[in-house]
T-cell receptor, first 116, second 113 residues
Framework: EAGVAQSPRYKIIEKRQSVAFWCNPI?????LYWYQQILGQGPKLLIQ????????DSQLPKDRFSAERLKGVDSTLKIQPAKLEDSAVYLC??????????????FGSGTRLTVV | GENVEQHPSTLSVQEGDSAVIKCTYS??????FPWYKQELGKGPQLIID?????GEKKDQRIAVTLNKTAKHFSLHITETQPEDSAVYFC????????????FGKGTTLSVSS
């Protein structure tokens, strides 16, 4: 089974520039998550999709962050304009859903963003 | 909302010793508690999980215990090996409500040979 694919692996941008991250989840996984992981901390949820609908985006800074999941498969996360405090690893995860199914998330390797 | 506290933040053990990491959660509705291992430059990887209808689960050298009354759960690693060195995260979620996992801040485990 192929894992969760993310690109790019690394990105360095100047503050106030824009950046986009891409995620391809495991085939058949209905739920997709974007997490932000600041160095030395645990992953923090940004947004949760169920198929192509948003379930939870309460922690997404909507003045600068946006995300979409077209056709319920791939997803992109965008930051515009970036701030220094956005420097972090952006992790994408997917999971199958069901009343009694597995809930384990599979994470991608992440995109390390550095804002200078 | 849910809040997960994790202790200790760092843990150093000798090869062959046991390691214990503890987490507490705040939302009594949480019913799913996974543990993840994260190696440098990689995403977190699920190593074991437990649901609220079970008090203990074991998989070879790894075990997890859950105390619903006290709202805490623990990861136990026996006979530690250098390859166990990594950052470990606990997490919690309410699968009935379909909420996403909330993670602790992580424990850096170092196993020296």
């Amino acid at each position: 089974e192929a894992g969760v694919a993310q690109s790019p692996r690394y990105k360095i941008i100047e503050k106030r520039q824009s950046v986009a991250f891409w995620c391809n989840p495991i085939s058949g996984h209905a739920t997709l998550y974007w997490y932000q992981q600041i160095l030395g901390q645990g992953p923090k949820l940004l947004i949760q999709f169920q198929n192509n609908g948003v379930v939870d985006d309460s922690q997404l800074p909507k003045d600068r962050f946006s995300a979409e999941r077209l056709k319920g498969v791939d997803s992109t996360l965008k930051i515009q304009p970036a701030k220094l405090e956005d420097s972090a690893v952006y992790l994408c995860a997917s999971s199958p859903r069901g009343p009694s199914g597995a809930y384990g998330y599979t994470f991608g390797s992440g995109t390390r963003l550095t804002v200078v | 909302g849910e809040n997960v506290e994790q202790h200790p933040s760092t843990l150093s053990v000798q090869e062959g010793d046991s390691a214990v990491i503890k987490c507490t959660y705040s939302d009594s509705a949480s019913n799913y508690f996974p543990w993840y291992k994260q190696e440098l430059g990689k995403g977190p990887q699920l190593i074991i999980d437990i649901r609220s209808n079970v008090g203990e689960k074991k998989d070879q050298r790894i075990a997890v215990t859950l105390n619903k009354t006290a709202k805490h759960f623990s990861l136990h690693i026996t006979e530690t090996q250098p390859e166990d060195s990594a950052v470990y995260f606990c997490a919690a979620s309410d699968t009935q409500a379909g909420t996403a996992l909330i993670f602790g801040k992580g424990t850096t485990l170092s196993v020296s040979s």
